[in-house]
Nanobody, 118 residues
């Protein structure tokens, strides 16, 4: 079992920044990747950052590249999503995801709301 707790969401004006955090606990040694997704109302869930723990490889899709970055704190099993130059279209619930190495099972956090509005 893996537990994921997100924090850091909120209301921000266009052009502003937010930093989301995801703290993992439980069977963290079995995690292959920790990722961030978002889901806006009426839209499907979208990957915004992917991080492979063993290699340290991070992938950011073109939709947010240059504005979103992912960082990791090994000692705390925590990943952060730094979001800069936020736009109204970034408004969504942001979810932390952990994919297990052996089973490929996905664990999800409860999500944190990000609203970009003036």
């Amino acid at each position: 079992q893996v537990q994921l707790v997100e924090s850091g969401g909120g209301l921000v004006q266009p052009g502003g920044s937010l930093r989301l955090s995801c703290a993992a606990s439980g069977s963290i040694s079995g995690i292959n990747a920790m990722n961030w997704y978002r889901q806006a109302p009426g839209k499907s869930r979208e990957l915004v950052a992917a991080h492979i723990l063993a290699s340290g490889l991070t992938t950011i899709p073109d939709s947010v590249k240059g504005r979103f970055t992912l960082s990791r704190e090994n000692a705390k099993s925590t990943v952060h999503l730094q979001m800069n130059d936020l736009r109204p279209e970034d408004t969504a619930v942001y979810y932390c995801n952990a994919r297990m190495s052996r089973t490929k099972f996905d664990y999800w956090g409860r999500g944190t709301q990000v609203t970009v509005s003036s």
